[in-house]
C-alpha cells in the first residue's frame, strides 16, 4: 500500500511541472464586456475552474491532444467546443451569447460525450437545480415531471422508475461506472438511489443495450456524480427540506475540494418521513394517514480522484440504508417516524474505480466496480420474536411493531436476500481517423445471490453476464452518424431450493426446479442526425434490446408479502428481444422551442405475470407467461418564452403510450397519457433578494382504461402545485430558499401505478415543502 501511494504521489508531481495550459477570456457577445464567475469545465478529465473578475481564466492539462470544453453561465447559451492543446499555451477566447432557452451540456452518458445536436435520440438532463426546487419528497418522484418517465409506487418512499411503460429489469440504473442492481425485478423493490452527490440524471428513452448491454431495452436513468469543486477552491453545501404531509425532513451535507491534480468529496443525507396523509376528502376522516407508508433512509458518498499525465482516476464509496414500511390498510393514526412491522430493510455498499488511460492518440477508459446489496423483509409473526428478545410484548399495542431490527445488521429477515456483484467495463478510444471515431469495448459481471432468510422467494444462484461491442461515428458539416454491434452472452445457474408444501394444488410444484441455462443476443444500432439549420434538427434512430429472464422469472415459487401474491416461475423462459424505432423533430428559435418524439417498439417472448384462479396461502397466484407486444406513442415539449417578456416562461408537454400483446389485449402497468403545463416567471432581483422565481403547474393525467385482466381502470385526475423561490444575500453569503405544494388543491386521486391503489388507498394529499440550501465557497 505503501509503495501504491508513493507512485502515485510521484506520477502527480511529475505530472506539474509538464502541464499544458488553455488560457483566454470570456465575454458577452452584444456588450463585449468580461463575465466573471463562468464555468469552464473538461468534461473527459472532470477539471474545471471559474474566470475571474476580468473574464480571463487559466486551465491546466495533464497532456497535449483534443479535448471538449464546456463554458456556461446562468442566463447565456453553454459554449461546447473542442480545443488542440500542444506543448505551448494556447489561446482561446469565447463569447457567450445571452438566451432565454435553456440550452444542454454535454451528454455524459455517450461514449463520446457529445452535445445533444450529435446524439440520434434525445437525451433528458434533469439537474441538481431542479432536483433542490422539486418539491416532491424522492429523487424518482421528481424525475416523474420528464414527459415518457412514471413510477411504480407503494408509497411515498417506494418507487421506481417507468419508461414508456417499461419498468423493472427492462429499465438499467447507471451509477458510478456500472449497471447498479439491487433486486430490480421487484416491484415493491425501490430504486435505491438518491439525489446525494449527484450533478445530474441523464435519461435515455428506448433500447440502449448497444452501450449498457442486457436490460437495457426500456431505457437508461443514467446518474451523474457532482462535478468536482473549481481547481485551488473549496465547496460546501448544507441543504435540508421539510414536507408537511408527512411531518417529514431531508437534510444533506457535501464537501469538496480540488488541487491541480487531486480532488476529495464527501457528501452525507439522512430522511426520515411518518405515514402519508390522503387528501382530506376522503369518506373515512378517521383513516387519512396510510399506516406504515413511513421511511427512514441514511446515506454517505466520498470520493478521491487523480489526474497526472498518463492516467486520471476516480475511486468513489458510497452507502445507502433505507427502512420502508409495507403498507396493508390504514389503522394507527400518528406521526412516528419509525418503522412498523411488516417493513424492509435494503443496504446497499458500492465502490467504484473509473480510469482513463492515454496513449498518445488514443485512450483507454477501465471501470470496476463491487456491489453489496442486503434486502431483508420483516414480517409480524417476527414481532413476537424480537419482543420477546427485546422485553417488549405484542399486547401493548403498536409500540411492540415499531422499528427494533433496523440498522441491525446482524438479525435476519423473514425474508434474506444478498447480492454480490462485480462489474468491468473497458473501452478501447482509436485515433480519429478523417471524421471517422471508433470505440471497440467489452463489459461484464458476475452475480453471486444468497438466501439466509426462511422464505426463499428465488433461490441460491451465480450469475455471469459479457458482452463486446464496437461503435462507430462519423461527422459531416450537418450530418451526424453513430452506429454499432454488439454479442452479448449470459449464464444462470441456480442450486436447489425446498419450497414449502401447499398440497395439491393446480400450476404449483413442489420443489423449485433448479436452472442451468445460457442465453445469447447480438444488437445494434444506426442512427442520423441531421441540422437543417440554425433552427430545426432532425433525428432518427433504430436499435434492438434484449433481456435474459431474471431469476424472479425463471425460479419463483412463494408469496411475495410485498407484493400481496403468490409467484410461480417458469425455468424454460427464454430471451426478451426488441426492436425500437425511433424519430425526432426539434426547432429551437430566441424564444421557442419544440420537440416531438415518436417512437414504435416490438418486443419478442415479453414476460408478464398472469393471474390464474388459484389461491395459495392466502393469495392469489400468478405465473410468469410470455406473449409479443408492441408499445408505442410519442412525447412532445413546447417551451416558449414570450418576446416582450423575456422573464416569463411558458412549457407544456405532452406524452403518451399504447401497450398491446399480440392478441390485442392491453399489457399491464401502462401509464395514462399525461399533460402537464408549466408556467415560470423568473424575476428582477430586488435588493437582498436575487433569482426570485414563481412557478405554477397544472399536472393533468387522463383516464386509463386500456387495462390487463388483473387491472381496474383509473379516472382522470388534476393535479396543482405551485412553487415559489429566491436567493437571498444576507451580507456576502447566499441562502437559496424554496417553498413548494404539491397537490395545492387536495384532490383525491389513484395514480393508476400505485401499488395501493387496489387496496382503495388513494396518493398522498396536499404537501407543503420548504428547503434551504447553504452554498460555502472558500478559495484555495
Given at each position: 500500500m505503501k509503495q501504491i501511494i508513493f507512485l502515485i504521489t510521484l506520477l502527480v508531481v511529475t505530472n506539474a511541472l509538464r502541464a499544458q495550459q488553455l488560457t483566454g477570456k470570456v465575454t458577452d457577445a452584444l456588450t463585449g464586456e468580461s463575465i466573471p464567475g463562468v464555468n469552464i469545465y473538461l468534461p473527459e478529465i472532470k477539471k474545471g475552474v471559474i474566470s475571474q473578475v476580468d473574464g480571463y481564466y487559466e486551465l491546466n492539462f495533464p497532456r497535449k491532444g483534443s479535448y471538449k470544453v464546456q463554458f456556461s453561465f446562468v442566463g447565456y447559451d453553454i459554449v461546447l467546443r473542442t480545443v488542440e492543446v500542444a506543448d505551448q499555451p494556447v489561446t482561446f477566447d469565447v463569447q457567450l451569447h445571452p438566451s432565454v432557452i435553456e440550452t444542454k451540456e454535454f451528454v455524459i452518458s455517450s461514449v463520446y460525450q457529445s452535445s445533444q445536436p450529435e446524439h440520434p435520440v434525445e437525451v433528458i438532463q434533469f439537474d441538481a437545480a431542479q432536483l433542490n426546487q422539486s418539491p416532491e419528497p424522492t429523487l424518482m418522484q421528481s424525475l416523474s415531471s420528464i414527459a415518457g418517465v412514471s413510477v411504480i409506487s407503494s408509497g411515498v418512499g417506494n418507487s421506481k422508475p417507468v419508461i414508456r411503460g417499461l419498468s423493472n429489469n427492462r429499465v438499467l440504473v447507471y451509477s458510478q461506472g456500472m449497471p447498479f442492481d439491487n433486486q430490480q425485478w421487484?416491484?415493491?423493490?425501490?430504486?435505491?438511489?438518491?439525489?446525494?452527490?449527484?450533478?445530474?440524471?441523464?435519461?435515455?428513452?428506448?433500447?440502449?443495450?448497444?452501450?449498457?448491454?442486457?436490460?437495457?431495452?426500456?431505457?437508461v436513468l443514467h446518474f451523474v456524480a457532482e462535478k468536482p469543486a473549481p481547481v485551488k477552491t473549496i465547496r460546501a453545501a448544507v441543504g435540508s427540506k421539510y414536507f408537511s404531509n408527512t411531518d417529514g425532513y431531508a437534510n444533506t451535507f457535501g464537501i469538496k475540494a480540488t488541487r491541480e491534480h487531486v480532488r476529495v468529496g464527501l457528501y452525507a443525507g439522512h430522511v426520515m418521513h411518518s405515514d402519508y396523509k390522503q387528501s382530506a376528502d376522503i369518506f373515512d376522516k378517521d383513516h387519512l394517514r396510510v399506516t406504515n407508508t413511513r421511511f427512514n433512509e441514511r446515506a454517505l458518498r466520498a470520493n478521491l480522484g487523480f489526474i497526472t499525465r498518463p492516467w486520471v482516476t476516480d475511486i468513489t464509496y458510497s452507502f445507502n440504508q433505507a427502512a420502508i414500511g409495507i403498507p396493508e390498510e390504514p389503522s394507527f393514526q400518528n406521526l412516528d417516524k419509525d418503522v412498523m412491522l411488516p417493513y424492509q430493510l435494503t443496504t446497499s455498499n458500492v465502490i467504484s474505480m473509473e480510469n482513463s488511460f492515454f496513449f498518445g492518440d488514443s485512450k483507454i477508459t477501465l471501470n470496476v466496480g463491487f456491489q453489496n446489496n442486503d434486502r431483508k423483509e420483516f414480517e409480524d409473526e417476527h414481532a413476537h420474536e424480537s419482543a420477546a428478545v427485546h422485553g417488549t410484548h405484542a399486547d401493548e399495542g403498536p409500540e411492540y411493531l415499531k422499528q427494533q431490527l433496523v440498522y441491525s445488521m446482524q438479525d435476519t429477515g423473514a425474508l434474506d436476500l444478498n447480492l454480490k456483484t462485480y462489474n468491468y467495463d473497458v473501452k478501447w478510444f482509436l485515433p480519429s481517423f478523417k471524421k471517422l471515431d471508433v470505440v471497440l469495448g467489452a463489459q461484464?459481471?458476475?452475480?453471486?445471490?444468497?438466501?439466509?432468510?426462511?422464505?426463499?422467494?428465488?433461490?441460491?444462484?451465480?450469475v455471469m453476464q459479457a458482452g463486446v461491442f464496437s461503435l462507430f461515428k462519423y461527422n459531416l458539416k450537418k450530418v451526424n452518424i453513430l452506429s454499432g454491434i454488439r454479442y452479448d452472452v449470459k449464464s444462470i445457474l441456480t442450486y436447489d431450493t425446498d419450497a414449502p408444501d401447499h398440497g395439491a394444488v393446480d400450476h404449483v410444484h413442489e420443489e423449485t426446479v433448479p436452472v442451468d441455462r445460457s442465453f445469447g443476443a447480438v444488437n445494434g444500432s444506426f442512427g442520423v442526425t441531421y441540422q437543417l439549420d440554425s433552427t430545426w434538427l432532425l433525428r432518427t434512430n433504430i436499435a434492438t434490446g434484449f433481456r435474459a429472464p431474471n431469476l424472479a422469472e425463471l425460479t419463483s415459487n412463494g408469496v411475495h408479502h410485498g407484493a400481496l401474491r403468490y409467484e410461480l416461475g417458469d425455468p424454460n423462459?427464454?430471451?426478451?428481444?426488441?426492436?425500437?424505432?425511433?424519430?425526432?423533430?426539434?426547432?429551437?428559435?430566441?424564444?421557442?422551442?419544440?420537440?416531438?418524439?415518436?417512437?414504435y417498439n416490438h418486443i419478442n417472448h415479453f414476460i408478464y405475470l398472469n393471474p390464474q384462479d388459484s389461491v395459495v396461502d392466502g393469495v392469489q397466484l400468478f405465473t410468469y407467461e410470455q406473449t409479443d407486444a408492441n408499445l408505442y406513442g410519442f412525447e412532445a415539449t413546447l417551451d416558449i418564452h414570450p418576446h416582450v417578456m423575456h422573464w416569463l416562461h411558458f412549457e407544456t408537454q405532452y406524452a403518451m403510450v399504447i401497450g398491446k400483446k399480440s392478441d390485442g389485449s392491453y399489457l399491464p402497468r401502462i401509464p395514462a397519457n399525461n399533460l402537464l403545463n408549466t408556467l415560470k416567471a423568473e424575476l428582477e432581483d430586488f435588493k437582498m433578494i436575487k433569482k426570485p422565481y414563481l412557478s405554477v403547474a397544472l399536472n393533468t393525467l387522463f383516464e386509463q382504461n386500456q387495462i390487463d385482466v388483473y387491472e381496474t381502470p383509473t379516472l382522470t385526475y388534476v393535479l396543482l402545485n405551485a412553487s415559489v423561490g429566491a436567493e437571498l444575500m444576507i451580507g456576502k453569503q447566499p441562502l437559496e430558499l424554496n417553498i413548494g405544494v404539491t397537490n395545492l388543491l387536495d384532490r383525491k386521486y389513484f395514480n393508476h401505478l400505485s401499488r395501493l391503489k387496489q387496496q382503495g388507498i388513494y396518493d398522498m394529499g396536499r404537501n407543503v415543502v420548504v428547503g434551504l440550501r447553504i452554498p460555502i465557497q472558500v478559495k484555495g
Open positions: 421487484g416491484d415493491d423493490h425501490s430504486l435505491g438511489l438518491n439525489g446525494l452527490g449527484i450533478d445530474k440524471v441523464e435519461v435515455i428513452k428506448g433500447p440502449s443495450s448497444l452501450l449498457y448491454g442486457a436490460d437495457a431495452m426500456g431505457g461484464g459481471k458476475h452475480q453471486i445471490n444468497r438466501n439466509k432468510g426462511e422464505e426463499i422467494l428465488i433461490p441460491d444462484a451465480d423462459l427464454t430471451t426478451e428481444n426488441n426492436i425500437e424505432l425511433d424519430l425526432g423533430i426539434e426547432m429551437s428559435s430566441e424564444h421557442v422551442s419544440l420537440v416531438v418524439s415518436p417512437f
